[in-house]
Protein backbone atom coordinates (compact mmCIF):
# COMPACT_ATOMS: atom_id res chain seq x y z
CA UNK A 1 0.00 0.00 0.00
CA UNK A 2 1.02 3.43 -0.56
CA UNK A 3 0.05 6.50 1.31
CA UNK A 4 -3.42 6.59 0.12
CA UNK A 5 -4.20 3.17 1.24
CA UNK A 6 -2.29 3.11 4.13
CA UNK A 7 -3.88 6.40 5.53
CA UNK A 8 -7.06 4.97 4.29
CA UNK A 9 -6.16 1.91 6.11
CA UNK A 10 -6.08 4.08 9.15
CA UNK A 11 -8.87 6.12 9.43
CA UNK A 12 -10.82 2.96 9.30
CA UNK A 13 -9.70 1.38 11.73
CA UNK A 14 -9.82 4.31 14.36
CA UNK A 15 -13.34 3.96 13.73
CA UNK A 16 -13.72 0.20 14.33
CA UNK A 17 -14.70 0.21 10.36
CA UNK A 18 -13.61 -3.66 9.07
CA UNK A 19 -11.85 -3.34 5.53
CA UNK A 20 -8.98 -5.80 3.42
CA UNK A 21 -6.29 -4.72 1.28
CA UNK A 22 -4.16 -5.74 -1.62
CA UNK A 23 -1.69 -4.63 -3.41
CA UNK A 24 0.53 -5.20 -6.60
CA UNK A 25 3.61 -4.15 -5.17
CA UNK A 26 4.67 -1.91 -8.69
CA UNK A 27 8.02 -0.61 -8.57
CA UNK A 28 7.32 2.68 -9.97
CA UNK A 29 4.84 3.10 -6.22
CA UNK A 30 5.79 6.67 -5.56
CA UNK A 31 5.81 6.58 -1.75
CA UNK A 32 8.31 3.90 -2.31
CA UNK A 33 10.86 6.48 -2.68
CA UNK A 34 9.67 9.61 -1.56
CA UNK A 35 11.44 11.92 0.82
CA UNK A 36 7.77 12.65 2.97
CA UNK A 37 9.06 16.31 2.64
CA UNK A 38 6.19 18.62 4.20
CA UNK A 39 7.39 22.35 3.03
CA UNK A 40 4.49 24.85 4.09
CA UNK A 41 5.26 27.32 1.33
CA UNK A 42 6.07 25.98 -1.98
CA UNK A 43 7.39 26.66 -5.56
CA UNK A 44 8.62 29.37 -7.50
CA UNK A 45 5.48 31.24 -6.55
CA UNK A 46 6.46 30.73 -2.85
CA UNK A 47 2.26 30.31 -2.24
CA UNK A 48 1.30 28.04 0.79
CA UNK A 49 -0.08 24.75 0.25
CA UNK A 50 -3.82 24.45 -0.64
CA UNK A 51 -6.27 24.55 2.33
CA UNK A 52 -2.71 24.03 4.45
CA UNK A 53 -4.45 25.61 7.56
CA UNK A 54 -7.10 22.41 7.92
CA UNK A 55 -4.58 19.50 6.14
CA UNK A 56 -1.38 20.31 8.14
CA UNK A 57 -3.03 19.64 12.00
CA UNK A 58 -4.87 16.96 10.69
CA UNK A 59 -1.84 15.19 9.04
CA UNK A 60 0.49 16.12 12.39
CA UNK A 61 -2.24 14.28 14.62
CA UNK A 62 -2.55 11.53 12.59
CA UNK A 63 1.21 10.78 12.60
CA UNK A 64 1.50 11.10 16.18
CA UNK A 65 -1.57 8.72 16.72
CA UNK A 66 -0.03 6.49 14.41
CA UNK A 67 3.26 6.26 15.78
CA UNK A 68 1.68 5.48 19.32
CA UNK A 69 0.42 2.47 17.34
CA UNK A 70 3.67 1.35 15.35
CA UNK A 71 5.84 2.02 18.35
CA UNK A 72 8.48 4.36 16.07
CA UNK A 73 8.55 7.88 15.27
CA UNK A 74 7.07 8.87 11.78
CA UNK A 75 6.40 12.77 11.79
CA UNK A 76 10.10 14.41 11.92
CA UNK A 77 9.15 18.22 12.65
CA UNK A 78 12.27 20.44 11.36
CA UNK A 79 12.56 24.11 9.87
CA UNK A 80 12.71 24.22 6.43
CA UNK A 81 15.22 26.86 5.21
CA UNK A 82 14.13 28.44 1.85
CA UNK A 83 17.54 29.74 -0.18
CA UNK A 84 16.27 32.30 -2.22
CA UNK A 85 18.70 33.62 -4.88
CA UNK A 86 19.28 37.19 -6.20
CA UNK A 87 16.42 36.35 -9.43
CA UNK A 88 14.26 35.12 -7.41
CA UNK A 89 13.70 37.74 -4.26
CA UNK A 90 12.18 39.94 -6.23
CA UNK A 91 8.97 37.91 -6.33
CA UNK A 92 9.86 35.68 -3.09
CA UNK A 93 10.04 39.15 -1.46
CA UNK A 94 6.72 40.29 -2.52
CA UNK A 95 4.92 37.21 -1.40
CA UNK A 96 6.05 37.42 2.37
CA UNK A 97 3.42 39.15 3.63
CA UNK A 98 0.50 36.36 2.27
CA UNK A 99 2.80 33.28 3.63
CA UNK A 100 3.82 35.11 7.18
CA UNK A 101 1.64 32.82 9.41
CA UNK A 102 4.20 29.81 8.70
CA UNK A 103 7.35 32.72 8.30
CA UNK A 104 9.89 32.27 11.46
CA UNK A 105 12.58 34.58 10.24
CA UNK A 106 14.09 36.41 7.21
CA UNK A 107 17.66 37.15 6.65
CA UNK A 108 18.80 38.75 3.58
CA UNK A 109 22.88 38.86 2.85
CA UNK A 110 23.85 35.57 5.48
CA UNK A 111 24.75 32.83 3.51
CA UNK A 112 27.26 33.32 0.44
CA UNK A 113 25.32 32.99 -2.89
CA UNK A 114 22.49 33.71 -1.42
CA UNK A 115 20.16 36.49 -1.56
CA UNK A 116 18.12 35.37 1.09
CA UNK A 117 16.52 33.09 3.53
CA UNK A 118 13.69 32.72 4.78
CA UNK A 119 13.14 29.92 7.49
CA UNK A 120 9.74 28.69 7.67
CA UNK A 121 7.70 26.39 10.19
CA UNK A 122 5.27 23.94 10.18
CA UNK A 123 7.32 21.61 7.96
CA UNK A 124 9.24 18.13 8.51
CA UNK A 125 9.75 14.85 7.45
CA UNK A 126 7.26 12.02 7.27
CA UNK A 127 9.22 8.57 7.42
CA UNK A 128 7.35 7.55 4.12
CA UNK A 129 8.78 3.77 3.78
CA UNK A 130 8.41 3.06 7.65
CA UNK A 131 5.13 4.03 7.60
CA UNK A 132 4.05 2.30 4.81
CA UNK A 133 5.63 -1.18 6.06
CA UNK A 134 4.55 -0.35 9.34
CA UNK A 135 0.91 -0.08 8.13
CA UNK A 136 1.19 -3.29 6.38
CA UNK A 137 2.62 -5.38 8.64
CA UNK A 138 0.22 -3.86 11.39
CA UNK A 139 -2.76 -4.74 8.71
CA UNK A 140 -1.57 -7.96 7.84
CA UNK A 141 -4.02 -10.00 8.71
CA UNK A 142 -6.67 -8.12 6.73
CA UNK A 143 -5.08 -8.74 3.26
CA UNK A 144 -7.24 -10.87 0.91
CA UNK A 145 -8.06 -10.70 -2.14
CA UNK A 146 -11.49 -8.91 -2.71
CA UNK A 147 -14.36 -10.90 -2.50
CA UNK A 148 -17.15 -10.49 -5.05
CA UNK A 149 -19.69 -8.01 -4.45
CA UNK A 150 -17.89 -5.80 -1.73
CA UNK A 151 -17.13 -2.14 -2.38
CA UNK A 152 -13.77 -1.60 -3.48
CA UNK A 153 -11.33 2.21 -3.35
CA UNK A 154 -8.88 2.01 -5.50
CA UNK A 155 -5.64 4.07 -4.41
CA UNK A 156 -3.10 3.08 -7.16
CA UNK A 157 -0.88 5.83 -7.45
CA UNK A 158 0.85 6.94 -10.82
CA UNK A 159 -0.59 2.96 -11.73
CA UNK A 160 -3.93 4.07 -12.01
CA UNK A 161 -4.00 7.02 -13.47
CA UNK A 162 -1.56 5.85 -16.16
CA UNK A 163 -4.45 2.75 -16.22
CA UNK A 164 -6.56 5.90 -17.66
CA UNK A 165 -8.82 5.65 -14.82
CA UNK A 166 -9.58 9.52 -14.42
CA UNK A 167 -8.87 10.08 -17.75
CA UNK A 168 -6.18 12.88 -18.39
CA UNK A 169 -3.07 13.11 -16.15
CA UNK A 170 -0.41 14.70 -15.77
CA UNK A 171 2.10 11.94 -13.94
CA UNK A 172 5.70 13.04 -13.54
CA UNK A 173 8.57 11.16 -12.75
CA UNK A 174 11.18 11.75 -10.36
CA UNK A 175 14.79 10.95 -9.45
CA UNK A 176 16.23 10.95 -5.62
CA UNK A 177 19.05 10.47 -3.84
CA UNK A 178 20.18 8.72 -0.64
CA UNK A 179 23.41 9.52 0.41
CA UNK A 180 25.79 9.83 3.42
CA UNK A 181 27.19 13.66 4.66
CA UNK A 182 28.02 13.20 8.28
CA UNK A 183 29.54 16.74 8.36
CA UNK A 184 26.11 18.50 7.66
CA UNK A 185 23.47 19.69 9.66
CA UNK A 186 20.62 17.37 10.25
CA UNK A 187 19.01 20.38 12.16
CA UNK A 188 16.75 21.97 8.88
CA UNK A 189 15.63 20.72 5.65
CA UNK A 190 16.77 23.11 2.84
CA UNK A 191 15.18 23.84 0.08
CA UNK A 192 16.76 26.09 -2.83
CA UNK A 193 17.95 26.21 -6.78
CA UNK A 194 15.15 23.64 -7.64
CA UNK A 195 15.89 21.10 -4.92
CA UNK A 196 15.83 19.85 -1.62
CA UNK A 197 18.04 18.18 0.61
CA UNK A 198 16.28 16.21 3.64
CA UNK A 199 18.17 14.88 6.89
CA UNK A 200 17.11 11.49 7.77
CA UNK A 201 19.37 11.04 10.93
CA UNK A 202 22.62 9.86 11.70
CA UNK A 203 24.44 11.32 8.69
CA UNK A 204 22.15 10.65 6.10
CA UNK A 205 19.74 12.35 3.62
CA UNK A 206 17.59 12.06 0.85
CA UNK A 207 18.05 14.58 -1.82
CA UNK A 208 15.87 15.52 -5.11
CA UNK A 209 14.22 15.95 -7.51
CA UNK A 210 13.90 15.82 -11.23
CA UNK A 211 10.33 16.23 -12.91
CA UNK A 212 9.77 14.67 -16.12
CA UNK A 213 7.03 13.92 -18.43
CA UNK A 214 7.93 10.91 -20.28
CA UNK A 215 9.79 8.11 -20.07
CA UNK A 216 7.03 7.34 -16.97
CA UNK A 217 9.25 4.11 -15.47
CA UNK A 218 11.04 4.02 -12.43
CA UNK A 219 14.61 3.56 -14.14
CA UNK A 220 17.30 6.04 -12.67
CA UNK A 221 19.30 7.85 -15.08
CA UNK A 222 22.82 9.21 -15.18
CA UNK A 223 21.29 12.39 -16.16
CA UNK A 224 19.10 12.37 -13.16
CA UNK A 225 21.78 11.53 -10.82
CA UNK A 226 23.83 14.28 -12.23
CA UNK A 227 21.45 17.03 -11.64
CA UNK A 228 20.87 15.77 -7.91
CA UNK A 229 24.22 15.91 -7.34
CA UNK A 230 23.89 19.02 -8.76
CA UNK A 231 21.22 20.16 -5.89
CA UNK A 232 23.54 18.52 -3.38
CA UNK A 233 26.25 20.65 -3.87
CA UNK A 234 24.16 23.93 -3.91
CA UNK A 235 22.43 22.89 -0.71
CA UNK A 236 24.83 21.10 1.40
CA UNK A 237 27.52 23.32 0.52
CA UNK A 238 30.78 21.03 -0.47
CA UNK A 239 31.29 17.63 -1.75
CA UNK A 240 31.36 15.77 1.17
CA UNK A 241 29.09 13.23 0.41
CA UNK A 242 28.49 9.48 -0.68
CA UNK A 243 25.44 8.12 -2.94
CA UNK A 244 23.68 5.43 -1.50
CA UNK A 245 21.02 4.46 -3.33
CA UNK A 246 19.63 6.39 -6.48
CA UNK A 247 16.05 5.61 -7.29
CA UNK A 248 13.13 6.99 -9.05
CA UNK A 249 9.03 6.86 -8.51
CA UNK A 250 6.14 8.44 -10.33
CA UNK A 251 4.31 10.93 -9.00
CA UNK A 252 0.27 10.59 -8.86
CA UNK A 253 -0.40 13.89 -10.75
CA UNK A 254 -4.25 14.90 -11.94
CA UNK A 255 -4.34 19.03 -11.30
CA UNK A 256 -1.43 20.16 -9.53
CA UNK A 257 -1.15 18.39 -5.88
CA UNK A 258 -4.76 18.49 -5.49
CA UNK A 259 -5.83 14.90 -4.58
CA UNK A 260 -9.27 13.38 -6.10
CA UNK A 261 -11.74 11.33 -4.48
CA UNK A 262 -15.25 10.26 -5.29
CA UNK A 263 -17.21 7.64 -7.42
CA UNK A 264 -16.47 5.70 -11.11
CA UNK A 265 -19.31 4.86 -13.48
CA UNK A 266 -18.69 1.38 -12.57
CA UNK A 267 -19.50 2.30 -8.74
CA UNK A 268 -15.94 1.74 -8.52
CA UNK A 269 -14.16 4.74 -5.55
CA UNK A 270 -10.85 6.05 -6.28
CA UNK A 271 -8.83 8.05 -4.15
CA UNK A 272 -5.88 9.23 -6.02
CA UNK A 273 -3.95 12.38 -7.32
CA UNK A 274 -1.76 13.13 -4.19
CA UNK A 275 1.02 14.43 -6.63
CA UNK A 276 3.99 16.10 -4.61
CA UNK A 277 2.64 16.62 -1.46
CA UNK A 278 1.05 13.11 -0.26
CA UNK A 279 2.38 13.76 3.14
CA UNK A 280 0.72 16.30 3.69
CA UNK A 281 -2.89 15.58 2.10
CA UNK A 282 -2.75 11.86 2.23
CA UNK A 283 -4.06 11.76 6.07
CA UNK A 284 -7.25 14.40 5.58
CA UNK A 285 -8.11 13.33 2.49
CA UNK A 286 -9.06 9.80 3.46
CA UNK A 287 -10.45 10.81 6.39
CA UNK A 288 -12.80 13.10 4.09
CA UNK A 289 -13.24 9.85 1.84
CA UNK A 290 -13.96 7.70 4.50
CA UNK A 291 -16.73 9.64 5.84
CA UNK A 292 -18.77 9.65 3.25
CA UNK A 293 -18.01 6.26 2.16
CA UNK A 294 -19.78 5.76 5.51
CA UNK A 295 -22.73 8.19 4.72
CA UNK A 296 -21.60 11.09 6.08
CA UNK A 297 -23.21 13.71 3.51
CA UNK A 298 -21.47 14.50 0.10
CA UNK A 299 -17.93 14.76 -0.96
CA UNK A 300 -15.96 17.83 -0.32
CA UNK A 301 -16.63 19.96 -4.17
CA UNK A 302 -12.94 20.83 -4.12
CA UNK A 303 -11.94 16.82 -3.94
CA UNK A 304 -14.69 15.41 -5.76
CA UNK A 305 -13.61 13.81 -8.85
CA UNK A 306 -17.11 15.03 -10.76
CA UNK A 307 -15.32 18.37 -10.83
CA UNK A 308 -12.41 16.47 -13.45
CA UNK A 309 -15.73 15.95 -15.76
C1 LIG B 1 11.11 11.21 -6.31
C2 LIG B 1 9.88 11.56 -5.55
C3 LIG B 1 9.99 12.29 -4.38
C4 LIG B 1 8.85 12.61 -3.66
N1 LIG B 1 8.99 13.33 -2.52
C5 LIG B 1 7.88 13.67 -1.82
C6 LIG B 1 8.00 14.41 -0.64
O1 LIG B 1 9.10 14.76 -0.22
N2 LIG B 1 6.87 14.73 0.03
C7 LIG B 1 5.64 14.34 -0.40
O2 LIG B 1 4.63 14.66 0.25
N3 LIG B 1 5.50 13.64 -1.53
C8 LIG B 1 6.58 13.29 -2.24
N4 LIG B 1 6.45 12.58 -3.38
C9 LIG B 1 5.08 12.26 -3.82
C10 LIG B 1 4.49 11.11 -2.99
O3 LIG B 1 5.37 10.04 -3.12
C11 LIG B 1 3.09 10.79 -3.48
O4 LIG B 1 2.24 11.90 -3.32
C12 LIG B 1 2.47 9.61 -2.73
O5 LIG B 1 3.43 8.67 -2.37
C13 LIG B 1 1.40 8.94 -3.56
O6 LIG B 1 0.88 7.88 -2.82
P1 LIG B 1 -0.23 6.91 -3.43
O7 LIG B 1 -0.60 5.96 -2.36
O8 LIG B 1 -1.32 7.69 -4.07
O9 LIG B 1 0.50 6.17 -4.63
P2 LIG B 1 1.66 5.04 -4.63
O10 LIG B 1 2.70 5.36 -3.69
O11 LIG B 1 2.04 4.86 -6.06
O12 LIG B 1 0.94 3.73 -4.12
C14 LIG B 1 0.00 3.04 -4.91
C15 LIG B 1 -0.04 1.58 -4.45
O13 LIG B 1 -1.08 0.91 -5.15
C16 LIG B 1 -0.59 -0.32 -5.66
N5 LIG B 1 -1.38 -0.60 -6.88
C17 LIG B 1 -1.44 0.16 -7.99
N6 LIG B 1 -2.33 -0.39 -8.85
C18 LIG B 1 -2.83 -1.50 -8.26
C19 LIG B 1 -3.81 -2.47 -8.64
N7 LIG B 1 -4.47 -2.39 -9.79
N8 LIG B 1 -4.08 -3.50 -7.78
C20 LIG B 1 -3.44 -3.56 -6.59
N9 LIG B 1 -2.51 -2.66 -6.17
C21 LIG B 1 -2.23 -1.64 -7.00
C22 LIG B 1 0.89 -0.10 -5.90
O14 LIG B 1 1.61 -1.31 -5.85
C23 LIG B 1 1.25 0.84 -4.74
O15 LIG B 1 1.64 0.13 -3.60
C24 LIG B 1 7.55 12.21 -4.13
C25 LIG B 1 7.46 11.45 -5.28
C26 LIG B 1 8.61 11.12 -6.00
C27 LIG B 1 8.48 10.29 -7.24
Not at 279 to 285: D, E, I, K, M, N
Request: glycine share 14%; hydrophobic share 40%.
Amino acid sequence: MGLAGCCLAWQRHFRGQAFSWEDAGFARASSRVAAGLINPVTGQNFSPSWRLGEFLPEACEFYGRVAELLGRRIWHPLPVWRLVGEKEWAKVSGKLEAASPWIESVTEDALPGWRAVVVLRGGGRVATREFCEGTQRFFEAARRDLAEGEDEVMCEGAAGLIAGRLGKHRCAKGEILTVRAPAWSQERISIGGGGWLVPLGEGMFKAGSTYVWEPLDALPTVAGRERIEGILRLLGGDDQFEVIVHEAGIRPIVRKSQPVIGQLDDARVVFNGLGSKGSLYAPGVAARLNAWLEGGGSIDPELDLAGLR
